[in-house]
């Protein structure tokens, strides 16, 4: 829901151009740093994703995805580089809690729908013909019926052969089991990102047909 005076078109993709969605997006490392003194419960990373882990990210988005929905995304990293994929602004749809961090993305990202709504609502995305979810949320630290709106939503949403794209710290799929039984998900795992803080993994779920 737009707040007063907002100019809706950040929730809506219009038009766009080339130039635009190659635009990388700026440092914000400041405002992050920032938000996670102040909000230290919400913001569980230590810093944000480095250029290695956003292009894992991303390594299988392109044109041909279709729209893309981002969970969790926080000051625009790795939304630059789905763009970069050649995901336009218009397919792109962005679930983030933060004020501060909603605020920078509609001014970054002017054309993207900007939804300041949890990611168990993802399925409520004004997209359709949905590719791929990329999510940046600490899913294991959640509890399981939790992972289960989310994931299930993202499933939900997406068209056939959609994946769900998540990084994790750790050495088990950052999906708790029953959810991932239930949803009937098989997944690849990349070789581990040592350029980031803390080193990471990147998880891409698919479902069964």
């Given at each position: 829901m737009a707040r007063p005076g907002q100019d809706t078109r950040t929730r809506r993709g219009i038009h766009m151009t080339t130039t635009e969605h190659e635009m990388p997006v700026r440092n914000h490392l400041g405002l992050f740093m920032k938000q996670l003194v102040r909000k230290p419960g919400r913001i569980v990373a230590l810093a944000p994703s480095s250029t290695g882990l956003a292009r894992e990210m991303v390594r299988e988005l392109g044109p041909e995805t279709g729209s893309v929905i981002e969970l969790g995304s926080g000051t625009g990293k790795i939304t630059s580089h789905i763009l970069a994929r050649g995901?336009?602004?218009?397919?792109?749809?962005?679930?983030?809690?933060?004020?501060?961090?909603?605020?920078?993305?509609?001014?970054?990202?002017?054309?993207?729908?900007?939804?300041?709504?949890?990611?168990?609502?993802?399925?409520?995305?004004?997209?359709?013909?949905?590719?791929?979810?990329?999510?940046?949320?600490?899913?294991?630290?959640?509890?399981?019926?939790?992972?289960?709106?989310i994931v299930g939503g993202a499933f939900r949403k997406m068209r056939p052969g959609g994946i769900f794209v998540q990084f994790t710290y750790g050495y088990r799929p950052p999906i708790d089991r029953p959810v991932r039984e239930e949803l009937g998900l098989s997944w690849t795992v990349s070789p581990k990102v040592y350029r980031n803080i803390p080193p990471a993994r990147v998880y891409t779920f698919r479902r069964a047909a």
């Amino acid at each position: 829901m737009a707040r007063p005076g907002q100019d809706t078109r950040t929730r809506r993709g219009i038009h766009m151009t080339t130039t635009e969605h190659e635009m990388p997006v700026r440092n914000h490392l400041g405002l992050f740093m920032k938000q996670l003194v102040r909000k230290p419960g919400r913001i569980v990373a230590l810093a944000p994703s480095s250029t290695g882990l956003a292009r894992e990210m991303v390594r299988e988005l392109g044109p041909e995805t279709g729209s893309v929905i981002e969970l969790g995304s926080g000051t625009g990293k790795i939304t630059s580089h789905i763009l970069a994929r050649g995901i336009p602004q218009e397919r792109l749809a962005m679930f983030e809690l933060d004020d501060a961090f909603c605020a920078l993305l509609s001014q970054e990202f002017p054309r993207a729908a900007v939804m300041q709504l949890s990611a168990e609502r993802c399925d409520e995305a004004p997209l359709d013909d949905v590719g791929a979810v990329v999510s940046g949320l600490p899913l294991l630290s959640m509890p399981t019926k939790v992972q289960r709106r989310i994931v299930g939503g993202a499933f939900r949403k997406m068209r056939p052969g959609g994946i769900f794209v998540q990084f994790t710290y750790g050495y088990r799929p950052p999906i708790d089991r029953p959810v991932r039984e239930e949803l009937g998900l098989s997944w690849t795992v990349s070789p581990k990102v040592y350029r980031n803080i803390p080193p990471a993994r990147v998880y891409t779920f698919r479902r069964a047909a």
